[in-house]
């Protein structure tokens, strides 16, 4: 199998190799993972490579069939999307693909049908598709792509086989980001450690503007810990409510450098090394037992957050309980 545009993902890509290298392939295959784990472009190299015309080394990226399908013109591809003006993907959707996987495929080998998004099926198009998995037709695939399994139906899941998607290292991102963005080292780590292993969305906060400046003032404005001018940070939190899980990281991920430089000294443990003067100047302000409770209490706030606590005062009690003043 050519895996020389994916990075990561070894077992996964070992157990599609069997799979290909068996020639047992079921009607339907589950890909789930978080949001930009990767589950397209895995289930694209899966899908290019049961359709690559080549001999060996699937997908050769660049035959007829492989070039149809990265060009989105491949007529026995189909893709079934949520609709702009609909929160989830309805009954008719479904229905429409069914009628059109009736005819014989249009060109020798498999027809390929992806659902993505399919965890925002409704009830009634997972019936409909259901019927479908059941008597599916003659060299026809399934790929169902989803965020998680716990919104469809047990019938479905017992129809497909699962891939899930698994977080990458550290490394990997790293290089992702490196080859792909030309990010410098030091700061694909930090970014890198804030995605939390998640490819899609190391790219986006390497290409967010807001993002950046987020991080900037966050971890500039500790240095005004144990005053009331701390909750001047209230503002950041306050215009990307949207994004409060990103800024607990960059606060957790600052803190805890400071703890781990404060304890032992080498630089070798720290992430944020694209600032290391500011650490170095904000190391002294803290004492160990006061960063260790910086930590707990972000992650008390994240908690309390998800509980539908009231979020300026949660977020302001917060700021207040950092003690700094070593």
């Not at 599609?16 to 890909?31: D, K, N, P």
């Not at 469809?152 to 698994?166: A, D, E, K």
């Not at 910086?294 to 908690?303: A, F, H, L, N, P």
Request: aromatic share 6%; with cysteine.
């Amino acid at each position: 199998m050519n895996t020389s545009n994916i990075i990561g993902q070894s077992p996964l890509i070992a157990s599609m190799e069997r799979i290909l290298a068996s020639g047992r392939i079921v009607h339907a295959y589950l890909f789930t993972g978080p949001a930009g784990a990767g589950k397209k472009t895995m289930s694209s190299l899966f899908a290019q490579a049961l359709l690559c015309t080549n001999i060996e080394d699937k997908p050769c990226y660049t035959c007829r069939t492989c070039r149809q399908f990265a060009s989105g013109n491949h007529p026995d591809v189909f893709w079934v999307r949520r609709q702009e003006d609909k929160t989830a993907i309805v009954v008719d959707q479904i229905r429409d693909l069914q009628a059109a996987i009736k005819v014989k495929t249009y060109q020798a080998g498999k027809r390929i049908c992806f659902i993505e998004n399919a965890h925002l099926l409704t009830q009634q198009a997972q019936n409909a598709l259901l019927k479908t998995l059941e008597e599916p037709p003659p060299d026809t695939l399934f790929l169902l792509l989803a965020e998680n399994t716990s919104a469809l139906l047990p019938t479905i899941l017992s129809r497909c086989q699962v891939f899930r998607i698994g977080s990458l290292s550290g490394e990997d991102i790293i290089e992702i980001l490196s080859s792909r963005l030309s990010v410098k080292k030091e700061d694909a780590a930090v970014i890198a450690a804030l995605s939390q292993g998640n490819p899609g969305k190391a790219l986006a906060l390497a290409e967010d503007e807001t993002f950046q400046s987020c991080r900037k003032i966050l971890i500039e404005g500790l240095s005004q810990a144990g005053s009331v001018r701390i909750l001047d940070l209230y503002g950041v939190f306050a215009d990307n409510r949207d994004r409060v899980e990103d800024l607990f990281n960059i606060l957790q991920l600052w803190i805890r450098d400071l703890l781990i430089f404060k304890e032992t000294g080498k630089w070798k443990l720290i992430i944020n090394l694209d600032q290391t003067a500011l650490l170095r100047m904000q190391v002294s302000h803290f004492t160990s037992a006061a960063l260790k409770d910086m930590i707990e209490k972000v992650e008390e706030s994240r908690t309390m957050l998800k509980r539908n606590s009231n979020y300026q005062i949660t977020i302001e009690n917060m700021l207040l309980s950092f003690q700094g003043g070593a």
